[in-house]
């Protein structure tokens, strides 16, 4: 039995590999009414080795079968009222995923996705209220050098930021020396970013009291010495600064304008095929 199987499937793969149209020697199983065919399953097999091949088809094969016999078993033992539910359900799936289709053509189309800083700006004043922050964020640097660096005591001195010198030589050593690095203080982002990237949370008991007491910070560890200062930060509870709401706020006005644009599009099209009589309403008034 097991040289039959070899050899049948070894004929299969011979097979795959020449052009050979749907006729009763090309099915590898039949199962309730259904036939799979070994052109069904030809581009799923991609560039594999014989070995890996024959082991494949034996899975299609296999999988395919328990399928069928599967769906055979549940649709005979569900009710109507479930087998029409399911319909429905592929109905409402299908229709949904043919308007989702033309309406992502639709706004391809007609859509223009810029969002001026303007409307950013006026949103974000009008919505503060949405903006509240639920963790802690903050500007800072930190830089992450070897203790071998010969640059250790400029950069204890740099990294206070006291003039637009040390911002350009802290930036420069992140490039030759460091091993990570941020040096972009005007971005905001979540403190466990920087509780991530740095030791710090061996420091940290309380956010608010580290935060509160902890500007520049150095800690030594693993041959490394991790430079950080901490220039700002915000707190849970308090309003978002609008830098770092604005990509948020940018998908939200794209949104908006998709959800206006569709709804003028859909109003147009249900005009246009009343005009046409391609729809018809009813009075329904009493």
Not at 21 to 46: H, Q, V
Request: proline residues 2%; glycine residues 2%; hydrophobic residues 40%.
């Amino acid at each position: 039995m097991r040289l039959y199987q070899m050899s049948r499937f070894l004929w299969i793969f011979c097979l795959l590999c020449s052009c050979h149209s749907e006729d009763t020697k090309d099915i590898l199983a039949e199962a309730y009414g259904e036939t799979l065919f070994i052109s069904d399953i030809k581009d799923e097999l991609g560039q594999v080795s014989q070995s890996d091949s024959l082991e494949m088809i034996q899975k299609m094969v296999d999988d395919w079968i328990e399928e069928k016999v599967i769906l055979e078993k549940a649709a005979f033992n569900l009710s109507d009222a479930q087998n029409q539910e399911i319909e429905q359900k592929l109905t409402d799936y299908k229709n949904s995923l043919l308007v989702y289709e033309y309406e992502k053509a639709l706004l391809q189309e007609n859509m223009d996705t810029l969002v001026h800083s303007s409307d950013i700006d006026e949103y974000y004043v009008s919505h503060k209220k949405n903006f509240k922050l639920n963790e802690y964020i903050c500007r800072f640097v930190f830089l992450k050098v070897p203790q071998s660096s010969s640059s250790l005591k400029n950069i204890r001195e740099s990294i206070k930021l006291k003039s637009t010198s040390d911002s350009l030589f802290i930036q420069e050593i992140a490039q030759v020396e460091a091993e990570k690095s941020h040096t972009d203080y005007s971005i905001w982002k979540p403190l466990d970013v920087l509780i991530g990237q740095t030791p710090i949370k061996e420091k940290l008991i309380d956010k608010a009291i580290f935060l509160k007491h902890n500007k520049v910070i150095e800690i030594d560890k693993n041959d490394f010495i991790y430079f950080i200062h901490i220039l700002d930060y915000k707190s849970p509870g308090t309003l978002a600064p609008l830098p770092y709401t604005k990509e948020q706020i940018k998908l939200i006005l794209r949104n908006l304008k998709k959800s206006k644009i569709l709804k003028k599009i859909r109003q147009e099209l249900v005009n246009i095929a009343i005009s046409k009589n391609d729809v018809l309403i009813h009075d329904i008034s009493p």
